[in-house]
T-cell receptor, first 111, second 116 residues
Framework: QKEVEQNSGPLSVPEGAIASLNCTYS??????FFWYRQYSGKSPELIMS????GDKEDGRFTAQLNKASQYVSLLIRDSQPSDSATYLC???????????FGKGTTLSVSS | GAVVSQHPSRVICKSGTSVKIECRSLDFQATTMFWYRQFPKQSLMLMATSNEGSKATYEQGVEKDKFLINHASLTLSTLTVTSAHPEDSSFYIC????????????FGPGTRLTVL
């Protein structure tokens, strides 16, 4: 089982819709969770971090964490064509260690 | 916000040559830097973890004699790809973590290496 799993997509949504991205992780002791956005040919940029169970909102983005289910999600409200990118879920198992990335989900927002 | 730079952004070299990539934290001290590699349509794979003043820790399958990492100061880490071959062509990305107590890592813009 891969450490961090994501559906590779592509996920296609119309402009203005809600995009829902999902991620599961295998190591139950993981303590920090991140969503990064990566445009083609560019390095990842941080969108959200979440450390405790529940929801965390930042603008149009909401991250959700359920440690019992080992599940992290990202909701993007009012999706825009500029949101079209690959979204990477990443996990840190122990403080100070490196990010472990999923393969990413490709999101396509059509106008 | 925290800024990490990488140089060069793109390099093309002949097979057998060595290439050095620099990673700098511009506005914070990076106690730990990480080097990742990304092949087309794949995710980032961790190559090594570098702590200032100590030897890097390499991931399984990454040759430490081929990918030389130096982290001589709190703002600079270098990755040298020695005797590069076409299969080393990839997107190399560094990230840096400060000592603020959070686990947040900040990524450099990446270096596209093409070995002919």
């Amino acid at each position: 089982q891969k450490e961090v799993e994501q559906n590779s997509g592509p996920l296609s949504v119309p402009e203005g819709a809600i995009a829902s991205l999902n991620c599961t992780y295998s190591d139950r002791v993981s303590q920090s969770f991140f969503w990064y956005r990566q445009y083609s040919g560019k390095s990842p940029e941080l969108i959200m971090s979440i450390y405790s169970n529940g929801d965390k909102e930042d603008g149009r983005f909401t991250a959700q964490l359920n440690k019992a289910s080992q599940y992290v999600s990202l909701l993007i409200r009012d999706s825009q064509p500029s949101d079209s990118a690959t979204y990477l879920c990443a996990v840190i198992r122990r403080a100070g260690t490196a990010l472990i990335f999923g393969k990413g989900t490709t999101l396509s927002v059509s106008s | 916000g925290a800024v990490v730079s990488q140089h060069p952004s793109r390099v093309i070299c002949k097979s057998g040559t060595s290439v050095k990539i620099e990673c700098r934290s511009l506005d914070f001290q990076a106690t730990t830097m990480f080097w990742y590699r990304q092949f087309p349509k794949q995710s980032l794979m961790l190559m090594a973890t570098s702590n200032e003043g100590s030897k890097a820790t390499y991931e399984q399958g990454v040759e430490k004699d081929k990918f030389l990492i130096n982290h001589a100061s709190l703002t600079l880490s270098t990755l040298t790809v020695t005797s590069a071959h076409p299969e080393d062509s990839s997107f190399y990305i560094c990230s840096a973590r400060g000592d603020s107590g959070t686990n947040t890592q900040y990524f450099g813009p990446g270096t596209r290496l093409t070995v002919l």
